[in-house]
């Protein structure tokens, strides 16, 4: 089962990662984490590495199979996971397909999904943004639970050509009021960024347009710094990339794989100081690889006695 007291040895960190694993903890408890249909079957036994109803996100991509995505989804169930499989809008060409697939994840044991627009530019069929996915009622009639929706602090170029963040916020002011008319119970997880001055700034943007939903902060997962500039690039992350441009103008660190130490510093700061704030969880983008992200995990929590412990799902 998973162990969370390993520690990190060699090279003079050890150190480090004790006081870190003492910083850690409170906000690492309860971290969700992303696997991918095509990735997964390298994992022998999910088990063994991540706690006990650790929430597990399908990333569902354009090209995969949706026998594959069903499969993992049933998979990590059967493991004991809280499984939340993508729904991405612009890949579905109609209700039909919509309702097939969560019957399908339904039947595989998922009861909450992750409704995002989609990889494309251009939707394949009727539905174009994740709010078109809610107002098809299907979820509640197939027995989905708990519905996440994506959050970009730093803005998205897709949502908003001109830079502002004006339809991305009133698409979250109207899965909030989604949210309020119905009792469906929602969050917001966020793409990934790696400092925490934008996300507060942007959770005051979010409580001055009345939308209270709890967030689930992205962070990405340790990787090669080459690695992590591509994916940030890829993603469009905002401002918070001159973490890593930082970083790049010193050669020495190309050699060093990117840790999220500095906004977990900052998240930490902010929620000693805003015991309010919507900032609820962290989530795990492992870009550099799931094993890798589980072992920073690892490395940077409180040692404990308990084994396979239970993180709280918000």
Not at 139 to 157: Q, S, T
């Amino acid at each position: 089962m998973f162990n969370i007291a390993r520690w990190i040895t060699g090279n003079g960190q050890q150190e480090r990662g004790i006081e870190a694993s003492r910083s850690f903890e409170d906000v690492l408890s309860g971290f969700s984490i992303e696997v991918m249909p095509r990735t997964a079957p390298k994992i022998l036994d999910f088990q063994t590495i991540l706690p006990q109803r650790t929430r597990i996100y399908v990333a569902h991509i354009a090209g995969t199979p949706i026998e594959d995505m069903v499969s993992t989804v049933a998979r990590l169930t059967s493991e004991g996971f809280a499984v939340m499989p993508h729904i991405p809008a612009r890949l579905v060409d109609n209700k039909n397909t919509l309702e097939n697939w969560l019957r399908r994840y339904r039947d595989a044991g998922a009861k909450q999904a992750l409704l995002v627009a989609g990889g494309i530019s251009r939707p394949v069929g009727d539905y174009d943004s994740s709010l078109a996915l809610l107002d098809s009622g299907l979820f509640d009639r197939y027995g989905f639970e708990r519905l996440h929706i994506a959050g970009h602090p730093e803005g998205n170029r897709d949502i908003d050509p001109d830079g502002s963040s004006n339809n991305a916020m009133k698409a979250l002011i109207d899965k909030q009021n989604f949210s309020d008319r119905t009792g469906c119970e929602m969050a917001i997880v966020t793409q990934f960024a790696f400092e925490i001055e934008p996300i507060v700034a942007w959770e005051r943007q979010l409580r001055d347009a009345g939308v209270m939903l709890p967030v689930h902060l992205g962070i990405a997962g340790p990787a090669k710094l080459q690695t992590m500039i591509k994916f940030a690039v890829a993603c469009g992350v905002g401002p918070s990339i001159r973490v890593l441009q930082r970083r790049a103008k010193d050669v020495a660190n190309l050699l060093l794989p990117y840790e999220p130490i500095e906004i977990l510093r900052g998240l930490q700061a902010h929620l000693r100081a805003h015991q309010d704030s919507q900032l609820s969880q962290v989530h795990i983008f492992p870009l550099g690889g799931l094993q890798r992200s589980v072992d920073f995990v690892q490395r940077y929590t409180e040692p404990t006695d308990a084994v396979g412990s239970q993180p709280g799902l918000s």
